[in-house]
């Protein structure tokens, strides 16, 4: 059991997090394309823009809810381990919940926000929300990175490399 957790833990990370990342990191670049924004885009472009947008909104909402999996099989495994009083893992829990946050209260409504602004005519999503968008999205990332370091380094453990 205690290779099963943690490996349904890393997993639920490449599988959750990986597609998130991209698609979060994607959306500002896309939505710049878009009609209404600094005056570039629309036509052609413009509806490929919006498909596309639409398209990473979805996979960060769909594969956001998936990241659940993650904590559920982080703490799964921090409990078979006996870890869950650990500060490298309180760090981490806490570091995932912010990043959570920030994703849920942040970065899904503001996405969702410039696809209604793209959608409606002679409104768009203005000069910065892809700039917004994409700071939030750069911290969010960061979030991950920190903890996935904090998982492999373990600072302070006893419990092996
Ligand atoms: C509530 C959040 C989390 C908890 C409770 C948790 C818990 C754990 C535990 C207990 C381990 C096993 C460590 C060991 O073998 O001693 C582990 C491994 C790992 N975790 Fe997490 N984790 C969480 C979130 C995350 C997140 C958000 C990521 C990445 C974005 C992540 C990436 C990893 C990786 C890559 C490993 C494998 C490290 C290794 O075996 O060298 N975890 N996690």
Not at 7 to 30: D, E
Request: with cysteine; proline share 7%; glycine share 14%.
């Amino acid at each position: 059991m205690t290779k099963f957790f943690p490996s349904l833990h890393v997993l639920a990370v490449v599988l959750a997090i990986g597609p998130v990342t991209v698609a979060a990191s994607m959306f500002p670049r896309t939505l710049r394309t878009a009609p209404g924004d600094h005056g570039g885009g629309g036509g052609e472009d413009g509806g490929e823009a919006l498909t596309t947008l639409r398209m990473l909104h979805r996979i960060c909402r769909v594969y956001g809810a998936v990241g659940i999996a993650v904590p559920v099989f982080g703490l799964a495994t921090g409990s078979s381990l006996g870890v869950l009083g650990s500060p490298w893992l309180i760090t981490s829990v806490l570091l995932t919940a912010a990043a959570a946050g920030l994703l849920v209260l942040r970065i899904l409504p503001a996405q969702g926000a410039a696809l209604t602004a793209v959608q409606t005519p002679g409104a768009g999503p203005g000069p910065r929300a892809s700039a917004r968008l994409a700071m939030s999205t750069g911290v969010f990332n960061l979030l991950w990175a920190t903890v996935t370091v904090l998982m492999i380094i373990r600072p302070g453990s006893t419990t092996g490399a």
